[in-house]
């Protein structure tokens, strides 16, 4: 989290951190620092995002929704305030930011994986975070987005153990997420261009799969398709375990929700 705040002080006006009442030196970092603190229960990301907007009384014309564990490169920081300024009165509200993903201490390049493209950046007003227990994004109320031409850093330096717990998690999320907006339609979101392709993707192509083979068939497309070989023994590792361990947790979770409702019907 140091490194994220750090990362954005040259640019920022105001920083908060978001806190659910950790029992660990998140708050006083992050005081030493400069921030200024909330708390609120973790419910999910989007809520506690949503929170803090609606209880923070924000001044500035742009804000920035940024992971502990994402990091602004100093160019990427340069063009951000470059943006800013420059389109304060145009139609560009909003900003996407490329992200170079960290595994295993490794760079990941392939496998689809690189760029990881995130619109982190909105004017206030002109945009809003959608409310979902997972893959939430920010989403345009009207203009343009652009994306930035320097690449940022996700770097999670937590092992295997933290991965596995975080992703247990999230999988239970996706599946709330899978049955209260699998079967909406879409049509009148205006995601960027990046959120909106892997969506599509998501709900209209590989939820369309059997469930129990889109795993398998997803690792391959990533892997092999998508040449995350290239990246070696840890591009091999974070395929297998994004495909056959997150990806198949979810479908295990979705089915055993299934039966859960079809048994309450009986």
């Known amino acids: 989290m140091a490194n994220a705040i750090n990362s954005v002080l040259p640019i920022s006006k105001r920083i908060v951190v978001v806190d659910s009442y950790s029992t660990d030196k998140t708050v006083d970092i992050a005081k030493s620092l400069g921030a200024d603190i909330l708390q609120n229960p973790f419910e999910n990301q989007a809520k506690q995002f949503i929170y ?3 209880t923070l009384d924000i001044k500035t014309t742009w804000i920035m929704r940024l992971d502990a564990d994402e990091i602004i490169s100093k160019n990427a920081a340069k063009e951000i305030e470059e943006l800013c300024l420059t ?3 145009t139609d560009i509200n909003g900003i996407v930011v490329r992200f170079e993903v960290n595994f295993l201490g490794r760079k990941l390049r392939h496998g689809g994986i690189y760029p990881f493209r ?7 007003n002109k945009g809003y975070m959608e409310d979902r227990e997972m893959d939430e994004h920010i989403v345009l109320s009207e203009g343009k987005s652009v994306e930035l031409k320097h690449d940022s850093f996700h770097r999670d330096y937590k092992d295997l153990n933290a991965w596995i717990d975080k992703h247990n998690k999230y999988s239970s999320r996706e599946v709330e997420d899978y049955f209260t907006c699998a079967d909406k339609s879409e049509n ?3 995601l960027n261009k990046s959120a909106k392709i ?3 993707i998501k ?3 590989y939820y369309k799969l059997p469930l129990g083979t889109r795993a398998h068939l997803y690792y391959i497309y990533r892997y092999y398709f998508k040449l ?3 990246d ?3 591009g091999k590792i974070f395929a297998f375990m994004q495909a056959y361990w997150y990806r198949f947790l979810v479908d295990a979770k979705i089915l055993e929700k299934r039966n859960s409702i079809n048994e309450r019907k009986i």
Request: glycine share 8%; charged share 35%; proline share 0%.
């Open 198 to 200: 892997k969506r599509y």
């Open 87 to 89: 389109n304060i009165n």
């Open 203 to 205: 709900l209209k192509i």
């Open 118 to 124: 995130k619109m982190i950046i909105y004017k206030k």
């Open 232 to 234: 070696g023994k840890e």
């Open 228 to 230: 995350g070989f290239l």
């Open 52 to 54: 803090a907007l609606n």
């Open 188 to 190: 009148d979101i205006k």
